[in-house]
């Protein structure tokens, strides 16, 4: 398991950040890496840390014996379990640590009930022939043993950084709006993420200075009443008196109003003249904002607007007579088109009815021209 300690070192022995050094606590002889120097402020941070001293860099030997422990741990476990069954105790093994020395066996059990482990101690250490710690330890320990990485990707805390399990509720979580899928909200462990604890005081201060939702305020936009709150981003969401519901900023509201106070009245008054002053701040800036300067400006943006509006209108004009005079060109030409067309026909017409009159006549010449007939009695035939 790794602990925290505040250790010396022999004859000023002077070491950096990530040595691996050989150190000697009040557990026995151990193996560690330096962090950082044992400032007042480190210190402070730390309760109760236990105490030893720095023996000596670890050197090639060192890492050797140190693998081989490792890996002898893993058979004093499988071992271990079989002897916790054979004695049908009620607890489950988490760890079996060796320290560096090979003077002590601490040996991590979970166990909801008190064990009585003496015979286990005796057989184990029969077995081992060395001293037998029995810790008991709980799940988030467990974790601190076991786990490696967390759901965000990084190393899990208890393994890392934290020197205290903190206690975490559900509370916590609905504070920060967090979800309440216990697969989501859970680490390694199974129990609630230590991290929820870690913004929780912060979330706490900054709610402090929210209108708790239900509250009726009078804003710069009028009177309204709280609905919803952010407390990250101090932000307030108001229905209105009209309705209309926005997201306001802390400092919009002007004050706030408790129907159950005596003064109610007055706050209401007040919260008025608020309302009125503020808006009346809001006209000076806005008529401070015209200028001399922003006036000829705003003068010459009008003019060149009022140009451009008067050549638009004079290229609708043109093209609306180029679009007329389009429409008159094509209307005449159907018109010629048509009058051809029906002299053409009339003179067709005309040329015909002539023809027709003269072969008449040619017929009519004709027939008075010819002799009648005579019979062989002498009389005319017609």
């Known amino acids: 398991m790794r602990l925290l ?55 090639t030997e060192d890492q050797v014996e140190l693998e081989r422990l490792q890996t002898q741990q893993q058979d004093y476990f499988k071992r271990s379990q079989q002897i916790v069954a054979r004695h049908g105790l009620d607890m489950e093994l988490a760890e079996v640590e ?3 020395g090979g003077e002590r066996l601490i040996v991590y059990y979970i ?34 043993l076991l786990a490696d990485y967390g759901d965000c990707g990084k190393p899990v805390c208890c393994n890392t950084h934290l020197m205290q399990m903190p206690p975490v509720s559900m509370k916590m979580a609905k504070l920060q709006k967090a979800t309440l899928d216990p697969t989501k909200i859970s680490g390694r462990c199974g129990r609630l993420k230590c991290c929820l604890r870690y913004e929780y005081d912060t979330y706490v201060s900054l709610r402090e200075e929210l209108p708790r939702s239900g509250t009726e305020v009078i804003t710069n936009s009028g009177r309204g009443k709280i609905l919803n709150q952010e407390i990250l981003s101090q932000q307030l969401l108001v229905e209105l008196e009209s309705g209309r519901r926005l997201m306001l900023h802390v400092s919009e509201i ?13 706050q209401v008054a007040e919260g008025e003249r608020l309302l009125a002053a503020a808006r009346a701040d809001e006209m000076d ?26 050549g638009k209108s004079r290229r609708r004009r043109r093209n609306r007579k180029g679009q007329r005079k389009r429409q008159d060109g094509s209307s005449e030409t159907a018109s010629k088109d048509k009058n051809n067309t029906s002299a053409d026909s009339s003179a067709q017409e005309t ?32």
Do not use: H, W
């Not at 000023?12 to 000697?24: K, L, N, W």
């Not at 909801?112 to 988030?140: H, P, S």
């Not at 009815?353 to 017609?382: L, V």
């Open 5 to 59: 300690g505040v250790l010396g070192t022999r004859n000023e022995g002077q070491f950096a950040r990530g040595d691996r050094v050989v150190v000697r606590t009040n557990r026995g002889l151990e193996t560690g890496e330096v962090l950082c120097e044992a400032s007042e402020n480190a210190i402070n941070q730390m309760k109760n840390p236990s105490n030893g001293q720095i023996i000596r860099l670890m050197s």
């Open 285 to 310: 800036l806005a008529l401070g904002a015209f200028t001399p300067e922003t006036d000829e400006a705003g003068s010459r943006e009008e003019e060149d607007k009022g140009r451009q509006r008067k």
């Open 98 to 100: 060796k320290l560096f």
């Open 351 to 382: 040329a015909g009815g002539n023809k027709k009159k003269k072969r008449r006549r040619r017929r009519r010449r004709r027939g008075g021209d010819r002799k009648p007939n005579q019979n062989a009695e002498g009389g005319n035939t017609t």
């Open 254 to 266: 002007l004050t706030t109003l408790d129907r159950k106070s005596p003064d109610y009245e007055q």
């Open 111 to 144: 166990s909801e009930d008190r064990v009585d482990f003496r015979e286990l101690v005796k057989t184990l250490a029969a077995e081992f022939q060395m001293r037998i710690e029995m810790r008991q330890i709980g799940v988030r320990d467990e974790a601190k």
